[in-house]
């Protein structure tokens, strides 16, 4: 429920915001170039954009730190799992390892 929550009012920011954007265009079209009166609200108009634009790009972020959290677990599990295959395969061919190979292969089955 509180997720629902939150995605609503975020709609609702955007919407207020994009709705903001169409009210000063409209009194942007109705104001003249020269007076004071468009320029603040060209001013107005281009802070709810960047407002607008910066609530988008931040929309993106989640997805890449997800994509990045999840590949930091996967890559050194795979990697070790891929690594423990080989080990046993290595065993079985009577073939004497190293002391620091023993000791990590140890370590992984005796967490």
Do not use: C
């Amino acid at each position: 429920m509180k997720n629902i929550f939150k995605r609503e009012e975020k709609k609702t920011v955007r919407d207020s915001i994009l709705k903001q954007i169409k009210d000063v265009e409209s009194q942007l079209e109705n104001s003249s170039y020269d007076s004071g009166e468009y320029h603040r609200l060209m001013d107005e108009y281009l802070k709810l954009i960047d407002r607008y634009n910066e609530m988008e790009k931040n929309k993106a972020h989640p997805v890449v730190d997800y994509g990045l959290k999840v590949a930091s677990i996967v890559i050194p599990a795979g990697i070790t799992i891929w690594g423990t295959i080989v080990t046993m395969n290595y065993e079985k061919e009577d073939i004497v390892n190293n002391t620091a190979g023993k000791q990590f292969f140890k370590r992984i089955f005796t967490v």
